[in-house]
């Protein structure tokens, strides 16, 4: 691309130009420039990514979805590559340039494997992406990802979905995302909330858990028969 093509903002130039969206509005991102999308930061992964980390992933995304929507922001392509991560791997929702403001139409659509077969831009098409690139994030690969485009549309068309049986957390959360079963993204982030702090619970440390008050009475036990041992060892010895 040619510098002349397109007014840069004070600073930037074409070196600074992120290959995302459709629109010529140029902007600086430095998630992107730091880390690129969660898409890209997984496809370059030699191991697994940490459970935790992407909890954390999916919590942060759908809070984010949570706050445009109360601004009456609709996104429009809500996937894992509109979602970009900082120094620290937090998630930056990006991408906004054709995204529906103040009841505007939007400029983009959904990727297939996120969209909504026949409906138009909505909260409920925001709820079917969430669900998408939930399942991406936990599993490293878009929904029907072995599939052509046309055989995905005509699988969601028919309320079909992957199975999640591979998926080790938010099965319920995707499930009620990709049927629109959720009133708003609050609710969505409620149920994620919840999961995340059980999971978080059921993963303590052992070491924290022998350190818990509840173990105390069982060592008192173990604790008072050392002197009722010691005497049935002198009176074997005794006779």
Partial sequence: ??????????????????????????????????????????????????????????????????????????????????????????????????????????????????????????????QFALGSTTYEIMTGSKPYNDLPDHEVSAAFAKGRYPDLECVSAFKNVITKCWRQSYTSTEEALLDVKLEVAVIKKSRIPRAQILSRPFWFPFLLTTASLIPIVHWAKRWRLHQ
């Fill in 1 to 126: 691309m040619q510098d002349s093509v397109i007014q840069w903002p004070l600073g930037l130039d074409s070196k600074d130009l992120v290959g995302a969206g459709i629109t010529a509005i140029v902007a600086r991102l430095n998630a992107v420039v730091n880390q690129t999308s969660i898409r890209q930061y997984l496809a370059r992964q030699t191991k697994q990514v940490p459970l935790s980390l992407r909890l954390r992933w999916v919590e942060q995304l759908i809070d984010a979805v949570r706050f445009i929507h109360s601004r009456r922001v609709l996104h429009g392509d809500i996937s894992c590559n509109n979602v970009f991560l900082d120094n620290n791997l937090n998630v930056k929702l990006g991408d906004f340039a054709g995204s529906a403001i103040d009841n505007l139409p939007p400029l983009i659509c959904y990727e297939t494997s996120h969209e909504l077969p026949g409906e138009d831009i909505s909260t409920r098409t925001e």
